[in-house]
C-alpha cells in the first residue's frame, strides 16, 4: 500500500510543477534496443541503443525531426538478488532542431546506479537511483562537467502467466524525477525533469520481449522559466541471456 501511495503522490507532483509556468508541447517517439547477457552468474553486461524523433511545438508529426542518438555499454553485479549495483559509459547526440530552439551538441555521460527490485506474487516494485557524470559541450565549443541525480520508482504486475516466461503479459508505471546541479550548459534550475510512463510489456519467448507505452515528460528549459511538456509514444526491444556462462 505505501508503495501505491508513494507512486501517486509522485504523479501529482509531476502534473503539479506543470502548473506553474508556461508550457511548450511536442510529440516524440522514443525507440530502443536493450541487449543483454552473463558474464558471470553475478556480472552481467548490457548495450542500449537508442533514438529519437519528435513534432515541433504544438505539432502532432512526432516522426518530423531528428532528435537524439544514444549509444551506452553498462555493467551490472548482482550483490543479491534483490540488489544491483550498475555502471555505464555513453554517448548522446543531439540533433538540432531551430523549431524548438535545440542546439545540436553531444554528450559523454558515465553513471553510478543502485537498483533495489522487491517481488510480492505476480507484482515487482524498484527503486532506482543514478548519479550521472555529464560532460557537456556548450554554446562556446567547451566541454562542460555537471553532476545530475535521478531517482524512480516503478511498479509492474503480470497479468498473463505467474513469472516472466514465454507469452507473458505486464503492466508497468513509472516515474522519475531529476535533480540538476547546474552549468552554463543546463542552467542552474534544480528541477531538470520528470518522466512518467504508463505501458506494458510482453515476451514473445523467455529471453525476448517488447515493451511499449506513453511517457509524459516535463523538462525545464535551461535559461529561462518555461518548461517543454514532451507527449511520447515509447517502444523498447529486449533481447536478454544473449550469453550465459553456463553455455559454450
Given at each position: 500500500?505505501?508503495?501505491?501511495?508513494?507512486?501517486?503522490?509522485?504523479?501529482?507532483?509531476?502534473?503539479?510543477?506543470?502548473?506553474?509556468?508556461?508550457?511548450?508541447?511536442?510529440?516524440?517517439?522514443?525507440?530502443?534496443?536493450?541487449?543483454?547477457?552473463?558474464?558471470?552468474?553475478?556480472?552481467?553486461?548490457?548495450?542500449?541503443?537508442?533514438?529519437?524523433?519528435?513534432?515541433?511545438?504544438?505539432?502532432?508529426?512526432?516522426?518530423?525531426?531528428?532528435?537524439?542518438?544514444?549509444?551506452?555499454?553498462?555493467?551490472?553485479?548482482?550483490?543479491?538478488?534483490?540488489?544491483?549495483?550498475?555502471?555505464?559509459?555513453?554517448?548522446?547526440?543531439?540533433?538540432?532542431?531551430?523549431?524548438?530552439?535545440?542546439?545540436?551538441?553531444?554528450?559523454?555521460?558515465?553513471?553510478?546506479?543502485?537498483?533495489?527490485?522487491?517481488?510480492?506474487?505476480?507484482?515487482?516494485?524498484?527503486?532506482?537511483?543514478?548519479?550521472?557524470?555529464?560532460?557537456?559541450?556548450?554554446?562556446?565549443?567547451?566541454?562542460?562537467?555537471?553532476?545530475?541525480?535521478?531517482?524512480?520508482?516503478?511498479?509492474?504486475?503480470?497479468?498473463?502467466?505467474?513469472?516472466?516466461?514465454?507469452?507473458?503479459?505486464?503492466?508497468?508505471?513509472?516515474?522519475?524525477?531529476?535533480?540538476?546541479?547546474?552549468?552554463?550548459?543546463?542552467?542552474?534550475?534544480?528541477?531538470?525533469?520528470?518522466?512518467?510512463?504508463?505501458?506494458?510489456?510482453?515476451?514473445?519467448?523467455?529471453?525476448?520481449?517488447?515493451?511499449?507505452?506513453?511517457?509524459?515528460q516535463l523538462q525545464q528549459h535551461a535559461h529561462d522559466n518555461n518548461l517543454?511538456?514532451?507527449?511520447?509514444?515509447?517502444?523498447?526491444?529486449?533481447?536478454?541471456?544473449l550469453t550465459h556462462p553456463k553455455k559454450t
Open positions: 500500500m505505501r508503495n501505491y501511495i508513494v507512486l501517486g503522490l509522485l504523479f501529482i507532483a509531476h502534473f503539479a510543477q506543470a502548473q506553474n509556468n508556461y508550457i511548450n508541447p511536442t510529440s516524440q517517439l522514443w525507440s530502443e534496443a536493450d541487449i543483454m547477457g552473463y558474464v558471470t552468474p553475478k556480472l552481467k553486461w548490457q548495450a542500449d541503443f537508442q533514438y529519437a524523433r519528435q513534432s515541433p511545438y504544438q505539432g502532432l508529426n512526432l516522426f518530423m525531426f531528428n532528435e537524439q542518438l544514444t549509444i551506452r555499454p553498462w555493467l551490472h553485479y548482482y550483490i543479491t538478488k534483490q540488489f544491483r549495483i550498475s555502471t555505464f559509459v555513453g554517448l548522446w547526440y543531439n540533433y538540432g532542431i531551430s523549431e524548438v530552439g535545440a542546439r545540436e551538441y553531444p554528450e559523454y555521460r558515465t553513471a553510478l546506479q543502485f537498483q533495489y527490485y522487491k517481488t510480492s506474487g505476480v507484482q515487482l516494485f524498484v527503486n532506482r537511483f543514478r548519479e550521472e557524470f555529464r560532460f557537456i559541450k556548450d554554446r562556446q565549443g567547451a566541454i562542460e562537467f555537471v553532476l545530475r541525480e535521478r531517482y524512480m520508482f516503478k511498479y509492474q504486475r503480470l497479468l498473463v502467466h505467474k513469472s516472466y516466461d514465454k507469452q507473458s503479459l505486464y503492466a508497468i508505471a513509472l516515474n522519475e524525477f531529476f535533480l540538476n546541479n547546474g552549468s552554463k550548459a543546463t542552467g542552474y534550475h534544480m528541477f531538470d525533469q520528470n518522466r512518467v510512463f504508463l505501458g506494458i510489456g510482453y515476451n514473445f519467448t523467455d529471453d525476448i520481449g517488447i515493451e511499449t507505452g506513453y511517457f509524459n517543454d511538456i514532451n507527449h511520447i509514444w515509447q517502444v523498447s526491444l529486449i533481447i536478454d541471456n
